[in-house]
């Protein structure tokens, strides 16, 4: 005779074995509860309470692939470097610039 059990008497179920370290066979029979029982209420409450949340895009997304350069302006110069500029490099010129008060 099978037992009607509650989805929170489920979970409560699935919550014990998971504490108890047994396998599910080994847990269902100990608690004389079918393993095909277990299984199919387990996955029903996985998909009810799962927080995964399926997406489809809309709209592409367009990507720039062109990377705008570093642009400095001195007074009636301008100075343009790649992106890849170190920051080193930058700080060292930019210093450069200060000290000699081109700014």
Request: hydrophobic share 35%.
């Amino acid at each position: 005779m099978s037992k009607h059990r509650s989805l929170e008497q489920w979970q409560d179920i699935i919550n014990l074995h998971q504490s108890s370290g047994l396998s599910v066979s080994d847990f269902c029979r100990d608690n004389n509860i079918s393993t095909t029982a277990f299984y199919a209420t387990k996955k029903k409450l996985t998909k009810e309470t799962s927080s995964f949340v399926k997406v489809s895009v809309t709209q592409p997304l367009k990507i720039n692939t062109e990377i705008a350069p570093i642009v400095l302006t001195v007074g009636l110069a301008k100075v343009c470097l790649p992106q890849s500029t170190s920051p080193m490099y930058l700080a060292q010129l930019l210093k450069g610039l200060h000290h000699e008060d081109v700014c």
